[in-house]
T-cell receptor
């Protein structure tokens, strides 16, 4: 079975400071990893994904994520946070083969609060 | 490109009543998903369609929930009768295909259901 853990319910950061949102996963075989963001009363918006290749993945709105196979982590980062980055962030994993192939498993989400 | 459309955006019903949600995926997307997102949790997959066939409905409470995608385009999710614990946001998503490397899912705005 596949699973995702986002250990922090909330991350608080001052505008202009670096932002990190943590994610660890468990899946059989090679993972496909995703980050989504959700603004109030909106659906989830795709930020970035890791499929294969370079461990550092760049996505929308200046976000990037680093895949670390040995630590089974896929932390989301942004060098300089904006107040408008305040939202709910979800990490998700999908198996590349097997019974769970194609099925996306989400973490519980991390609320990011960026203060001016 | 138009996104995933859902209606209604909000619905309030009393327990034991029936309710239906509608979703129109992105044009050309073969795979359609319905998720349930309870407050404070990540989305949980209820059912996945590939064209008009069901791929995965293992987490759909089939005694009260039903879904169809008769012509392989738009879809309807129904709850009959509703329970208090069904209060959640119901998200519809679509992707070009079910698996593979490039099947990021695109989400609609969701329907917020409140059961009183």
């Amino acid at each position: 079975a596949q699973s995702v853990a986002q250990p922090e319910d909330q991350v608080n950061v001052a505008e202009g400071n670096p932002l990190t949102v943590k994610c660890t996963y468990s899946v059989s075989g090679n993972p496909y990893l995703f980050w989504y963001v959700q603004y109030p009363n909106r659906g989830l918006q795709f930020l970035l994904k890791y499929i294969t290749g370079d461990n550092l993945v760049k996505g929308s709105y200046g976000f990037e994520a680093e895949f670390n196979k040995s630590q089974t982590s896929f932390h989301l980062k942004k060098p300089s946070a904006l107040v408008s980055d305040s939202a709910l962030y979800f990490c998700a994993v999908r198996a590349s083969y097997g019974d769970s192939w194609g099925k996306l498993q989400f973490g519980a989400g991390t609320q990011v609060v960026v203060t001016p | 490109e138009a996104g995933v459309a859902q209606s209604p955006r909000y619905k309030i019903i009393e327990k034991r009543q029936s309710v239906a949600f509608w979703c129109n995926p992105i044009s050309g997307h073969a795979t359609l998903y319905w998720y349930q997102q309870i407050l404070g949790q990540g989305p949980k997959l209820l059912i996945q369609f590939q064209n008009n066939g069901v791929v995965d409905d293992s987490q759909l409470p089939k005694d009260r929930f039903s879904a169809e995608r008769l012509k392989g385009v738009d879809s309807t999710l129904k709850i009959q009768p509703a329970k208090l614990e069904d209060s959640a946001v119901y998200l519809c998503a679509s992707s070009l295909q079910a698996g593979g490397r490039h099947n990021e899912q695109f989400f609609g705005p969701g329907t917020r259901l409140t059961v009183l």
